[in-house]
């Protein structure tokens, strides 16, 4: 079933402990490979893409079901994780640097966005207690724009008060 491969990105998400964890380290180096292939634009488009399917795909597989979230659903994961990325691939498309010159972005984005993801601080949570299948893919959505914040917030510190 296409929904089911979608949702738990080709079976990620059947790994254990912490499916969502693998769900967030496999999307690493496939950013990695939508990046160089076309740079920012062609990241914001896929993350875009991943959102709409994912949000049909977690649809079909929780329909009938009492889990809106079942665990194995690790295609939202993928999706925040892109987004705590943003700031890495726009930084190295606009400035003409090699993303993985960015590694400790890298380390900061999967750490914050599992740190969110986990955690489902304020509009997090919200976004979790929904309770459908759009509530599973905004809440990875915000806890990526929280932990792209992030990011950029230790970027700045790093770059404007530590490398003086």
């Known amino acids: 079933m ?3 491969a979608i949702g738990t990105v080709c079976g990620v998400g ?5 499916p969502g964890t693998w ?20 990241f914001l488009a896929a993350a875009g893409l991943v959102f709409v ?21 690790v295609v939202d994961e993928v999706a925040g994780q892109w987004i705590a990325l943003f700031p890495l691939s726009y930084a190295a498309s606009t ?5 993985l010159d960015l590694w400790p972005g890298w380390v900061s984005a999967f750490v914050l966005f599992r740190l ?13 207690r929904r309770g459908d ?7 990875d959505v ?19 008060v530590l490398m003086r």
């Open 2 to 4: 296409i929904a089911r």
């Open 14 to 18: 059947n790994l254990r402990p912490a």
């Open 23 to 42: 769900g967030s380290a496999v999307a690493l180096p496939v950013a990695w490979v939508i990046h160089v292939v076309g740079g920012f634009p062609l």
């Open 53 to 73: 399917m994912g949000w049909w795909a977690t649809a079909q597989i929780t329909r009938g079901s009492d889990d809106h979230d079942p665990s194995e659903i």
């Open 95 to 99: 400035r003409g640097l090699d993303i």
């Open 116 to 128: 969110f993801d986990i955690w489902k601080p304020w509009l997090v949570g919200w976004a979790d």
């Open 133 to 139: 299948a759009l509530g599973v893919m905004l809440d």
């Open 142 to 160: 915000i806890a990526g724009v929280f932990a792209a914040v992030g990011v950029i917030a230790m970027a700045a510190l790093a770059h404007g």
